[in-house]
C-alpha cells in the first residue's frame, strides 16, 4: 500500500467510538493511533491524586498551573497500539474510570492544559501517518490535516455502548448515571471558550448509529481511495 504520510483527524462527542474505529483505521493502514483524551484523562488523573481537585469538584487553578510544565505524561508503543503513561507507570486503566470521567471535562477547558496537551500532540504526530482523535483535531490541533472526519451516533445508542464498555472493564455504573455523564460532558466540551467541539467545515460526517465497524472501514477506504487514490 503506498500511503502519503497523511494526517487523519477524528473529531466528534463522547463515546461514538472514535477510538474503536481509528485503532482500526490506523491497524489497516500501518498508522500510529493516538488518543489525545487520553492526555486530558492523564492530567485528571494526576490533579485527583495530587489533591488538586476538591471533593466539590474545585480545581487548584494555580496550583495545577504550577506543576504541569514538569508532568511526564507519555504515549508508549505496544505492539501496534499506544498506551498512556506518567513517568514510569501505565496509566491507561486509571484514566478510564467515571472518577476520572467525571472531572476530565472542566479540566480540558482549561487554556493551558489544553497548550499542554497540545505541544505535546504535536511533538508524538511529527512526520504524519498519523490517525488522532479527539474534540479540535481538525480545527485546532491539526487545522491543516489531510483527511478530517466528524463522527456522530444517537444519544441512547452512545449511551449503551459506554455503559456496556464499562461493565466489561468490571465497573458498575447505572445507565442512567452513564447518559447523564455523557450529556454533561458534551455540554461543557462544546460550551468552553478555548476550542470547544464543532464540526470542521471540511470534515466528513460519519453517523454510525446504525453500522458496523466493518462499515465504517469500508466507508473510510472509499473515502481514502476518492481523495487520494489510494487503494487499500
Ligand atoms: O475522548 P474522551 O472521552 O476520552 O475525552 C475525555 C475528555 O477530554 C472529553 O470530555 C473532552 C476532552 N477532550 C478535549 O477537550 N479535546 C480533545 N481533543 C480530546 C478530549
Given at each position: 500500500m503506498n500511503i502519503p504520510d497523511i494526517i487523519i483527524a477524528v473529531d466528534g462527542c463522547s463515546s461514538t467510538g472514535k477510538s474503536t474505529y481509528a485503532k482500526l483505521v490506523a491497524s489497516h493502514l500501518g498508522f500510529l493511533y493516538l488518543d489525545s483524551g487520553a492526555m486530558y484523562r492523564g492530567v485528571t488523573l494526576y490533579a485527583m491524586e495530587n489533591g488538586l481537585?476538591?471533593?466539590?469538584?474545585?480545581?487548584d487553578l494555580p496550583g495545577l498551573e504550577k506543576v504541569i510544565g514538569s508532568l511526564d505524561l507519555h504515549f508508549r508503543r505496544e505492539g501496534g497500539a499506544t498506551a498512556l503513561w506518567m513517568g514510569e507507570r501505565c496509566i491507561e486503566k486509571e484514566i478510564r474510570t467515571m472518577a476520572v470521567s467525571s472531572y476530565v471535562s472542566p479540566v480540558s477547558a482549561i487554556p493551558y492544559v489544553r497548550n499542554f496537551v497540545d505541544d505535546k500532540l504535536h511533538a508524538f504526530a511529527a512526520g504524519g501517518r498519523v490517525i488522532m482523535d479527539g474534540r479540535d483535531i481538525g480545527t485546532t490541533v491539526f487545522p491543516d490535516a489531510q483527511l478530517k472526519i466528524f463522527m456522530t451516533a444517537d444519544d441512547q445508542v452512545r449511551a449503551r455502548r459506554r455503559f456496556d464498555e464499562l461493565r466489561e472493564k468490571g465497573q458498575n455504573p447505572s445507565f442512567e448515571e452513564v447518559l447523564a455523564n455523557l450529556k454533561e460532558r458534551d455540554y461543557i466540551d462544546s460550551h468552553r471558550e478555548t476550542s470547544p467541539l464543532t464540526q470542521p467545515a471540511d470534515a466528513f460526517v460519519l453517523d454510525n448509529t446504525d453500522m458496523t465497524l466493518h462499515e465504517e472501514l469500508v466507508w473510510t477506504l472509499g473515502l481514502l481511495q476518492g481523495r487520494f487514490g489510494i487503494l487499500c
Open positions: 481537585i476538591g471533593k466539590d469538584g474545585k480545581i
